[in-house]
C-alpha cells in the first residue's frame, strides 16, 4: 500500500499534491466561468451576435476555456512538468478534453435512455452533478500522468550532476591552483638560490 502511494504521488508530499489540486480547481473553475459567461454573453450579451445560433455560441465558448484551462495547467498547476514540446502537449490537452466530455455525456445517456429518469431534473444531476464529477476526475489524473510528466525540478550543472569539490575549483575545501601540489606554494622550498644561503649563514654562524 506504501509503495502504491509513493507512487500515485510521484514524489511529492501530502502537502505539495493537495497544493497541486486545489490549483487544478481553480483553473478548472476559472474555464467553467470562461464557458458559461462567453456562451451566454455571444448569444445575449451586446449586438446579440449567436442569439440564433447556440451550438456556434457553444464551440466557440467551449474552445476558449480549453484554451484557458491549458495556459492555467500549463504555466501554474504543473508548471514543473509542462512538455518542452507545447504543441504535442495541446494536442493530448484537447484530447482528454474530449475524453472528459464524452464521459459526461455517457452518464446523461446512461441515466436518460437506460434508466428512464427524462425528467429535467434527472437530466441536470446525470449531466452537470455525476457526469462533471467524473468527468473533471479522469482529466484530472490524465493531466497529471499522460500530458504533464516531464520533470524540470533537477538541479546540479548541465548534465544533471551536482558538481563535487574536486571538480569545483572554487569550492572550500579544493587544492589552490586547481588541484595542484600544495607546496608548490612554498616560496622557500621552490628556490634554491634562498636554500643556499641559509646554508651559507648557518655554516658561518658554527664558525
Known amino acids: 500500500m506504501r509503495r502504491l502511494i ?3 504521488l510521484r514524489g511529492q508530499t501530502w502537502r505539495e499534491w493537495w497544493i497541486e489540486f486545489l490549483r487544478f480547481c481553480t483553473v ?12 451566454n454573453l455571444l448569444r445575449f450579451g451586446p449586438g446579440e451576435l449567436l442569439i440564433d445560433k ?4 457553444k464551440v466557440i465558448s467551449v474552445a476558449v476555456s480549453i484554451v484557458v484551462a491549458w495556459t492555467g495547467n500549463r504555466l501554474w498547476t504543473f508548471r ?3 512538455r518542452s514540446a507545447a504543441h504535442r502537449e495541446a494536442l493530448m490537452f ?3 478534453n474530449i475524453g472528459g466530455m464524452l464521459v459526461a455525456v455517457g452518464c446523461l445517456a446512461f441515466s436518460h435512455y437506460v434508466l428512464r429518469l ?8 446525470s449531466a452537470n452533478g455525476v457526469g462533471l464529477v467524473l468527468g473533471t476526475a479522469f482529466r484530472y489524473v490524465c493531466y497529471r500522468y499522460v500530458v504533464f510528466t516531464e520533470d524540470h525540478s533537477s538541479g546540479g550543472g548541465a548534465d ?21 601540489d600544495p607546496q608548490s ?4 622550498g621552490s628556490d634554491p638560490v634562498v636554500h643556499g644561503s641559509v646554508s651559507s649563514d648557518s655554516a658561518t654562524a658554527d664558525r
Open 6 to 8: 509513493d507512487l500515485l
Open 28 to 39: 478548472g473553475l476559472s474555464a467553467f466561468v470562461v464557458d458559461i459567461g462567453l456562451f
Open 54 to 57: 447556440p451550438l456556434t455560441a
Open 80 to 82: 514543473e512538468k509542462r
Open 94 to 96: 484537447l484530447l482528454v
Open 118 to 125: 427524462t425528467s429535467p431534473l434527472a437530466d441536470n444531476i
Open 160 to 180: 544533471g550532476q551536482t558538481p563535487t569539490p574536486d571538480d569545483d575549483p572554487a569550492a572550500p575545501g579544493a587544492p589552490a591552483g586547481g588541484g595542484s
Open 185 to 188: 606554494s612554498d616560496p622557500v
